[in-house]
């Protein structure tokens, strides 16, 4: 993976960058000193945790109360809405292309200048077509003087799943530069998860997991705190998909990067904890049946008075001291760009009875686990924080699917390389309403203050730029006064030899 010159020459600068000593013993000494320290502080308060007890023997962790809805909110909503302008899809993405340009990222693929006739009209119906999931056909039908070949043409030929990352690169570094965001979040922060999209039962990527019901793939999103949709991809159900949550690191390029990630139960194992930790990200899941995981001991004689039967094997701090100049080879080649997370993870996972690395990755991670679980039962405002953020993916996953409005979608795409492409143009134009919405959201706040209306934070950060009553999903519609359909009665009197009744 590393040579041993590389290794040499760019460990001690990674340790530094990364946070984490590259030293055997002192890896293994902060290590050991952070779990002693945080079991200890978890232990000494568990009597006054009013949210933790046990039954049994067994955790039990008393359900969130969902915080109270701010004064004022329930009458600032309509006032909002009153300010805000309408939009059509189409006007919106217009305007999003007027103020960033993102259709500069489209053309030949031969990188030779397009050769289209007016271009950036044909890119912006393109990516309504694919992005809303209409089609070509319907598209073609809903648009006048548009031909579906000409969508088609412009999809095959001037627009790739790289050029499609660029125009979200360029939107995503648009959106973190607007100071409305910061009533949301910082963008330190991001959230993980994943929504289904029905396949075609045909379709090589399609599977029908219990988990979901009925066939289909799934988008895997990355979502700041602050409601950017950073990242996507295309996977099959059956992936787990925590295997794909380190890969923005390498597949991601805008100025927003986030420091820690939140993730469901299927974001996290004890491999990618270990790897998290040593690639410097803070990986902070909302775990299903954390209870049933086990929590390892500093070392065989720390005993504790509280919540000792928490605890079960104690970690075997050898073989991470041994392990980690090779734990430490595998981030750097990650770092250099050389190798994807997702490849590490899934071959960890596939070979992990033959593969010593495998170990000890897992012991790392089961150490940065019990760290984290610690943290988590002792401290309900990170529980807070994490149920926010899988909050903020769930109110995106509701936005993507109410873009995608058309019948199409995934069902009619037929190889990988659509399917992929579908994924990145929603993303695009879930992006750019959101930064339509910031702009507009932004007007009407300016008109809201102008009228007299105090505007408070508190009441304001309770929305977010997944607005959408203001768009006309369905075009508008003309009716015709003067128009006349041909009577029934010669209908009627029409006779098919052969038919009866």
Known sequence: MVSDEEYRQGVALYGEQAGVAVDGEAFVARLRQQLETTAKTT????????????????????RLQRKPEPRGRQEFEPL???????????????????????????????????????????????????????????????????????VSFVNERHITEE????????????????????????????AADGTKWDLN??????????????YGGIGYYLIADSYIALYSRFSTCGAWEGHSILDFLQEYTSN?????????????????????????????????????????????????????????EQVDWELIRTMLPDMLRVALWIRAGKILPSTILRGLATYSRKNKLYFAFRELGRVVRTIFLLQYVSSVEMRHVI???????????????WVSFGPAGLLAQGTRDEQRKFIKYNHLV?????????????????????????????????????????YNRFGNYALNPNRS????EQYLAFLIPGLTG
């Open 387 to 401: 149920q926010a953020a899988t909050n903020k993916c769930e109110a995106f996953n509701k936005s993507v699917d």
């Open 43 to 62: 232990d000494a308060g568990f009597p006054e945790n009013e949210y933790l007890r046990l039954e049994n023997d067994a955790p039990v962790l008393q």
């Open 163 to 190: 050029y499609l990352n660029q125009a979200i690169t360029a939107v995503v570094n648009a959106l973190a530069q607007w100071p409305l965001l910061k009533v949301w979040g910082s963008g330190k922060s991001a």
């Open 485 to 488: 359909p041909e009577p029934l």
């Open 256 to 312: 927003v990067q986030p420091e820690t990630i939140h993730a469901d139960t299927q974001g996290q194992s004890t491999a990618i904890f270990g790897l998290s930790y040593l690639l410097g990200i803070h990986l902070m899941p909302r775990i299903r049946h954390w209870m049933d995981l086990t929590l390892y001991r500093p070392s065989s004689q720390d005993r504790y008075t509280h919540i000792d039967t928490l605890f079960g």
């Open 201 to 214: 039962a045909l379709s090589l990527m399609a599977e029908h997991p219990i988990r979901y019901g009925g």
């Open 80 to 150: 909002l809405a009153q300010y805000m302008n309408e939009a059509g899809i189409l006007d919106a993405l217009s305007d999003t292309e007027y103020w960033l340009n993102w259709t500069r990222f489209f053309g030949r693929l031969s990188g030779l200048d397009a050769t289209l006739e007016n271009p950036r009209p044909r890119y912006l119906l393109t990516t309504f077509c694919y992005g809303c999931d209409l089609g070509r056909t319907q598209t073609a039908r809903s648009v006048k003087g548009l031909d579906g070949r000409h």
């Open 430 to 470: 879930a992006n750019l309403l959101a930064f339509h919405t910031l702009v507009n959201m932004t007007q009407a706040l300016q008109r809201i203050q102008q009228a007299g209306h105090t505007i408070d934070l508190e009441v304001l950060a309770t929305f977010n730029p997944y607005h959408t009553d203001q």
